[in-house]
C-alpha cells in the first residue's frame, strides 16, 4: 500500500480536469506535520474505548477493535500511519515526474480514442518506471530502518510483533546497555543496505544498458 498509493494518487491528479491545485494542497499536508503530533492523533485514533475507529465500526453494527494491541491488526495499522505521513513527499516526485510527459502525447492518444486507463498503460506507467524503480528502492532502504512509528506507538509490541531491526539495536544499546551487541547489529544493517543497493544497482545497470 505505501508504494503504490503515491503512484495512483499522482496519476489521479494528472487526469483530473478540475480542482488539481486543491488536491495538491491537500496531499501534501500530512508530510507537514511533525511526527510527534501525528503519532498522538493516531493514538486517539486507534483508542480501543473511544478512539475514532472503533466508534465508526460501531455505527456500521462492527465491534471494537483492538488496533495497538492484537498481533493480527498492530503492523497494519502501522502501515496506515507511516503511508499517511510519508506518501505526499512520494507523490509529489511522482508529480514532478509525470509534468516532465509531453502534453501533445496524450492529445495524440485521446485523438486515436484511448481510454484513460489505456492512456496510463500506454503513456504514464513507461515514463513512470526508472522513477518507481528508484523510489522503490529507497522505500525498502527506509523500511528496514523504521523506528519512529513503532518505537512511539508500540514499543515494539505486542509481543515482537513491531520490532524493527533498528528498534531492536535501540533496546539493546540504551535499555540492556549491551554496547557491544548493539555495535555488532548496527554494521551488520550498515552492510546489509550496502549490499542491497549494490545490488540494485548493478541490476539496474545492466537493465538499462541491455546486456
Excluded at 489521479?12 to 492523533?41: C, N
Excluded at 494491541?69 to 496506515?80: E, T
Excluded at 509490541?157 to 539495536?169: A, N, W
Aim: net charge positive; no cysteine; hydrophobic share 50%.
Amino acid at each position: 500500500m505505501g508504494y503504490s498509493l503515491p503512484i495512483l494518487v499522482a496519476i489521479l491528479i494528472r487526469e483530473m480536469r478540475i480542482a488539481k491545485g486543491f488536491f495538491r494542497i491537500v496531499y501534501f499536508l500530512p508530510t507537514v506535520v511533525p511526527i510527534s503530533i501525528a503519532v498522538i492523533v493516531w493514538r486517539f485514533i486507534y483508542d480501543p474505548d473511544s478512539g475514532f475507529l472503533n466508534q465508526l465500526l460501531q455505527v456500521f453494527g462492527i465491534e471494537a477493535q483492538r488496533w495497538l494491541r492484537d498481533p493480527n491488526l498492530v503492523k497494519p495499522s502501522i502501515v496506515l500511519v507511516m503511508t499517511w505521513g510519508a506518501f505526499g513527499a512520494t507523490t509529489l516526485i511522482y508529480l514532478s515526474s509525470l509534468h516532465e510527459i509531453r502534453v501533445e502525447l496524450y492529445e495524440a492518444a485521446e485523438l486515436d480514442g484511448a481510454s484513460p486507463l489505456q492512456r496510463i498503460r500506454y503513456i504514464t506507467l513507461p515514463h513512470l518506471a526508472p522513477v518507481m524503480s528508484l523510489l522503490f528502492v529507497l522505500q525498502v532502504l527506509a523500511v528496514v530502518q523504521v523506528f519512529t512509528e513503532p518505537f512511539l506507538l508500540t514499543r515494539g509490541g505486542p509481543g515482537r510483533e513491531t520490532l524493527t531491526p533498528v528498534l531492536h539495536i535501540y533496546n539493546r544499546a540504551f535499555l540492556r546497555m549491551d554496547m557491544g551487541y548493539a555495535s555488532a547489529w548496527s554494521v551488520v544493517l550498515v552492510i546489509f543496505l550496502m549490499l542491497f543497493s549494490g545490488v540494485y544497482q548493478m541490476i539496474n545497470r545492466r537493465f538499462n544498458t541491455g546486456e
